[in-house]
């Protein structure tokens, strides 16, 4: 039933193949992929893919991409974020370790938190 798209000809079509295409295209099913931006597991693997995504954007590879990264970035800009809260983010998206984010928010903020204490107030 499907072709590669340069042989796609109207007059190479039969009824029944045109009906099944149909039924593909019109079959109610839900979504393999979604993409809920209030289930904390999505919104952690969007977050750690926000600078590619950035790279997508400024290369103008998808206009999707850009408007995921708009969106993301409206609503950390929006978010009740602490300052603390706002950092810890910041370096999550940079791709910094636990480790490191700990030592830099204890340091810059005069903390002791721990590498749990991150990971835990990431998610």
């Known amino acids: 039933m499907f072709r590669p798209f340069d042989e796609i000809r109207p007059d190479r079509y039969e009824e029944k193949d ?3 295409v149909s039924q593909v295209l019109w079959a109610k099913r839900d979504a393999p992929v ?4 209030r289930n904390g597991f999505v919104m952690q693997n969007v977050v750690e ?12 590879w998808d206009g ?7 969106l993301i970035e409206y609503y950390i800009a929006v978010a009740d974020l602490s300052d603390v809260e706002r950092r810890i983010l910041t370096l999550k998206i940079k791709g910094k370790k636990n ?6 928010v204890n340091a810059r903020y005069n903390k002791t938190y721990n590498i749990n204490y991150i990971s835990t107030i990431y998610c």
Request: proline content about 0%.
């Open 18 to 20: 045109l009906e099944q």
């Open 49 to 60: 893919h926000v600078e590619d995504m950035r790279e997508a954007r400024e290369r103008q």
């Open 99 to 104: 480790e490191e984010i700990a030592r830099d």
């Open 34 to 37: 979604k993409l809920d931006l």
């Open 64 to 70: 999707c991409t850009g408007a995921l990264v708009d």
